[in-house]
């Protein structure tokens, strides 16, 4: 919203009820308030809500902000079905690196380095123990479970 202020932009912002009193409301050229009927985080989630939004109110381009919709490919699709722009990643990277399996096979692909892990999801902690104890695998103690998607 300051880059805008700062462009001559005028900036739109939405808001859950529970928000209705932060910094980012006010900051905004005009605000919207958010679905009363959900949870705060199941309002900032509702991607149709948001979009009918934007197309109300002539909206050109969306920043998602940090988490909510920020690394969400349908909200990017959304969006740019209805002519949209996402200021973020294109709805490809999105689809790509939002799968960490996905995105490590495109690093190695890409001959980027990459920290040693397995190439697969785990179906238990038992295979993953086995995993890690493999002196082919060339993993030690202490390691780091990520998940794949999220």
């Known amino acids: 919203m ?3 202020s700062e462009l001559g932009v ?3 912002g939405i808001y859950s009820n529970e928000d209705r009193f932060t910094q980012h409301r ?3 050229d005009q605000a919207f308030m958010l679905s009363t009927d959900k949870s705060p985080v199941a309002a ?3 991607i149709d809500t948001i979009v009918d939004i934007c197309k109300a109110n002539g909206v050109e381009a969306v920043h998602p902000g940090y988490g909510f919709l920020s690394e969400n490919e349908k909200f990017a ?3 740019e079905s209805n002519g ?3 200021i973020g990643p294109t709805v490809a990277n999105l689809n790509q690196f939002g799968d960490k399996t996905s995105a490590r ?12 892990g397995s190439d ?3 179906d238990s902690v038992e295979d993953a123990r086995a995993w890690i104890a493999d002196p082919a695998n060339k993993c030690s103690y202490p390691v780091i479970v990520k998940a794949a998607m999220g």
């Open 10 to 12: 005028p900036s739109v």
């Open 26 to 28: 006010y900051k905004a």
């Open 2 to 4: 300051r880059a805008c």
């Open 44 to 46: 900032y989630l509702d």
């Open 120 to 122: 697969d999801a785990f």
């Open 77 to 79: 699709a959304a969006l």
């Open 84 to 86: 949209i722009t996402f």
């Open 105 to 116: 096979e495109l690093a190695i692909k890409m001959k980027v380095p990459v920290i040693p």
